[in-house]
T-cell receptor
Framework: GAVVSQHPSWVICKSGTSVKIECRSL??????MFWYRQFPKQSLMLMAT?????????EQGVEKDKFLINHASLTLSTLTVTSAHPEDSSFYIC??????????????????FGPGTRLTVL | GESVGLHLPTLSVQEGDNSIINCAYS??????FIWYKQESGKGPQFIID?????DKRQGQRVTVLLNKTVKHLSLQIAATQPGDSAVYFC???????????FGKGTRLSVIA
């Protein structure tokens, strides 16, 4: 259980075009999804937190107008890279959060990761 | 031995030896920690986790140690195999209620 898929797994596009990446939770519902970006030989950096039915929360330095996030259902979030440029080339990884229970006043969640999407902008 | 490159430090070990990968986490409020393995071109793969009420947890061939005093995690891999070659990241969160924040990562290279 708790499988997260991404589509496409890789994409090559021309500079100036827009690219949409889909993230799906296959066997569970995720009220919250996260988008990460990873440049070569670096760690995963959180871009934004997406809650179903509401606007995404972007991390500092991430342009919300460039990286459009839509979380229309409990199993699907999309990231659209608008007017992509070569510096947007990166590995984009989504993650979905599942509620696991509570202990006292603390609730516990788990995050599951997708396989990533390699974006190359020419 | 360990070397620090431009971005990811690399740990090279002989096949069959034990590996120790270290991580410093940043938020003293974090209470849940996970080690991930990432192979080239793939997403992070869960290895082992530990909550802050523990200082050690063992899995199959892997052990995680947590030192909250100095905000330090380590991952020990016993009898390292070529298939263990990958990049390893630690990640922290507050009970999973905050997004996972990843450490810088270490590349493990196993020499056959």
């Amino acid at each position: 259980g708790a499988v997260v898929s991404q589509h496409p797994s890789w994409v090559i596009c021309k500079s100036g075009t827009s690219v949409k990446i889909e993230c799906r939770s296959l066997d569970f519902q995720a009220t919250t999804m996260f988008w990460y970006r990873q440049f070569p030989k670096q760690s995963l950096m959180l871009m934004a937190t997406s809650n179903e039915g509401s606007k995404a929360t972007y991390e500092q330095g991430v342009e919300k107008d460039k990286f459009l996030i839509n979380h229309a259902s409990l199993t699907l979030s999309t990231l659209t890279v608008t007017s992509a440029h070569p510096e947007d080339s990166s590995f984009y990884i989504c993650s979905a959060r599942v509620f696991r229970g509570t202990s006292g006043r603390t609730s516990y969640n788990e995050q599951f990761f997708g396989p990533g999407t390699r974006l190359t902008v020419l | 031995g360990e070397s620090v490159g431009l971005h990811l430090p690399t740990l090279s070990v002989q096949e069959g030896d034990n590996s120790i990968i270290n991580c410093a986490y940043s938020n003293s409020a974090s209470d849940y920690f996970i080690w991930y393995k990432q192979e080239s071109g793939k997403g992070p793969q869960f290895i082992i986790d530990i909550r802050s009420n523990m200082d050690k947890r063992q899995g199959q061939r892997v052990t995680v140690l947590l030192n909250k005093t100095v905000k330090h995690l380590s991952l020990q891999i016993a009898a390292t195999q070529p298939g263990d070659s990958a990049v390893y990241f630690c990640a922290e969160t507050y009970s999973g209620n905050t997004p996972l924040v990843f450490g810088k990562g270490t590349r493990l290279s196993v020499i056959a």
